[in-house]
């Protein structure tokens, strides 16, 4: 995932759901097939989530980066 190139990003730390989704899905309507996204402070219980979605919905979940400060996703407009 070093090599990941993102097409565009977004923050998501501190937003209640349904927020992420509505942002997740607003850019990814707006990226090209096989661009990706990269999801800025995801909490724990969202990531299984956003796995989940990305298979029900034709997209490619790529997996995080966790540091101590951030956790990022990355997934691939399907």
Same mark, same amino acid.
């Given at each position: ?8 990003? $977004?923050?998501?730390? #501190? !937003?209640?759901?349904p927020l992420p989704? &509505? &942002? &997740?899905?607003? $850019? !990814? ?6 661009? $990706?996204?990269?999801?800025? #402070? ?15 919905? #034709?997209?490619?979940?790529? /997996? ?10 990355? $997934?691939?407009? /399907?």
């Amino acid at each position: 995932l070093d090599e990941v190139k993102p097409a565009a990003s $977004i923050e998501v730390e #501190g !937003l209640c759901c349904p927020l992420p989704q &509505k &942002k &997740k899905k607003k $850019i !990814l309507a707006k990226l090209s097939m096989d661009d $990706i996204l990269q999801i800025n #402070g995801v909490q724990y219980n969202f990531r299984f989530d956003l796995k989940a979605w990305c298979e029900r919905n #034709g997209h490619c979940y790529l /997996g995080p980066i966790e540091t101590y400060e951030s956790k990022t996703i990355f $997934i691939q407009k /399907g």
